[in-house]
Nanobody, 117 residues
Framework: VQLVESGGGLVQAGGSLRLSCAAS????????LGWFRQAPGKEREFVAG????????SYADSVKGRFTISRDIAKNTVFLQMNSLKREDTAVYSC???????????WGQGTQVTVSS
């Protein structure tokens, strides 16, 4: 299983970024995909998740209304659209995949998102 993220970078507060995660080597209809983030000195936290089959989504309270997770079935890619970014959104964002019956078990390398004031 390979998860490759892209789209991180530096953005001013209030701006937007879109992260992408291309998945391969996994039978996606039986998996959930998610985005997690880890800021310096903090534990990794769940940001958003999507059930590949059906597209059901879930979000952390801290990003509800600002972030949107979606998928492109033809491209085996999941996206995280991040709007109204805040300084506290600064973190390394990682894509993860897990079979519906298990925890997230596969991880990408992560991409840095930095929000400046």
């Amino acid at each position: 299983v390979q998860l490759v993220e892209s789209g991180g970078g530096l953005v001013q507060a209030g701006g937007s970024l879109r992260l992408s995660c291309a998945a391969s080597g996994v039978t996606l209809p039986y998996y959930r995909l998610g985005w997690f983030r880890q800021a310096p000195g903090k534990e990794r936290e769940f940001v958003a998740g999507i059930i590949w089959s059906g597209g059901s989504t879930s979000y952390a309270d801290s990003v509800k209304g600002r972030f949107t997770i979606s998928r492109d079935i033809a491209k085996n890619t999941v996206f995280l659209q991040m709007n109204s970014l805040k300084r506290e959104d600064t973190a390394v964002y990682s894509c993860a995949a897990g079979h519906l019956s298990f925890q997230y078990e596969y991880w990408g390398q992560g991409t840095q998102v930095t929000v400046s004031s």
